[in-house]
């Protein structure tokens, strides 16, 4: 028996077609992208927080380290002994703002998947809304929970830390 040749297909034999996707699996899909991001994001956050503490302790290691007389010079006088804990309390709400911004950008994403799972429901897969990370999570209008109050607590006390040593460093100026 002859094959048949790839020009006349047998009528007998219906061409096969690729499955076609479906809202499944575009919402799987999906998921796995934003889930991606949203572990991209986490680590700049904590990235940006390490960098952040990194900085200030490397700042008073080094001012409070030894005697800086180029520095006294550069910066004039008294002037001298503000200089690192106001780098430091600049550090500290540089990095604040741009934690701000990466939440921001969590709360987009939190936007989008709302809109997704409205739009692909599907009653089987639990989504966004229904899990412990959701964009409730985020927002600091609701109940306290770990992740607002680490974040909180982080921020406020290297702001009051550095705040405090400029205090200190006023009330003993000489």
């Known amino acids: 028996m002859e094959a048949p040749s790839p020009e006349a297909p047998d009528s007998d034999l219906a061409p096969i077609e690729a499955p076609q996707p479906t ?14 991001e949203i572990l991209m994001t986490l680590a700049e956050i904590r990235k940006n927080e390490m960098i952040v503490v990194v900085s200030i302790a490397a ?4 001012f409070f380290g030894g005697d800086h007389p180029s520095l006294r010079e ?3 006088g008294s002037a001298t002994r503000y200089a690192a804990p106001t780098l430091s309390l600049f550090l500290a709400l540089v990095g604040y703002g741009r934690q701000k911004s990466l939440e921001y950008a969590l709360l987009a994403i939190a936007d ?8 692909f429901a599907d ?3 639990k ?3 229904s899990g412990s990370f959701s964009r409730e999570c985020l927002s600091n209008d609701t109940k ?7 974040r909180s607590l982080f921020w406020s006390s290297i702001v009051a830390f550095n705040l405090a040593v400029l205090i200190a460093l006023a009330a003993t100026a000489p």
Do not use: M, T
């Open 112 to 119: 989008y998947i709302s809109r997704v799972e409205a739009r």
């Open 123 to 125: 009653p089987l897969l």
């Open 59 to 62: 700042i008073y290691s080094w």
């Open 144 to 150: 306290p929970n770990a992740f607002n109050l680490f």
């Open 74 to 76: 550069a910066i004039g």
């Open 127 to 129: 989504g966004w809304a």
């Open 23 to 36: 809202a499944k699996d575009f919402h799987l899909q999906e998921y796995g992208a934003l889930r991606a």
